[in-house]
Nanobody, 125 residues
């Protein structure tokens, strides 16, 4: 079992930055890939970024490439999402997620079994 708690959301102006954190408890964090997803009002939850257990493999959705950076600290059981040059279309509830299988890597929602409660990010124009 994995428990995930996001923090760091808030209100920011366009062009600004936020850093999201996701703290994990439970199973061995260092062997799990981690992902960030987001869901805007009346839209499907979409993939944002993923990082494998070691940090050697990273993926981003095209719309955030060059602006967002995912990273992890296995000693602190925490994954981060640094968001720079933010745009109003980044407004959403952001969720971190973990798969149920060690060393498994995915960029699909279906690949993740554990989810945090979400943190609201609002970007004003």
């Amino acid at each position: 079992q994995v428990q995930l708690v996001e923090s760091g959301g808030g209100l920011v102006q366009a062009g600004g930055s936020l850093r999201l954190s996701c703290a994990a408890t439970g199973r061995t964090f260092s062997s799990l890939a981690m992902g960030w997803f987001r869901q805007a009002p009346e839209k499907e939850r979409e993939f944002v970024a993923a990082i494998n257990w070691s940090g050697a493999t990273i993926s981003y959705v095209d719309s955030v490439k060059g602006r967002f950076t995912i990273s992890r600290d296995n000693a602190k059981k925490t994954v981060f999402l640094q968001m720079n040059n933010m745009k109003p279309e980044d407004t959403a509830v952001y969720y971190c997620a973990a798969p149920g299988t060690q060393f498994y890597y995915s960029t699909r929602k279906s690949g993740y079994d554990y989810w945090g409660q979400g943190t609201q990010v609002t970007v004003s124009s």
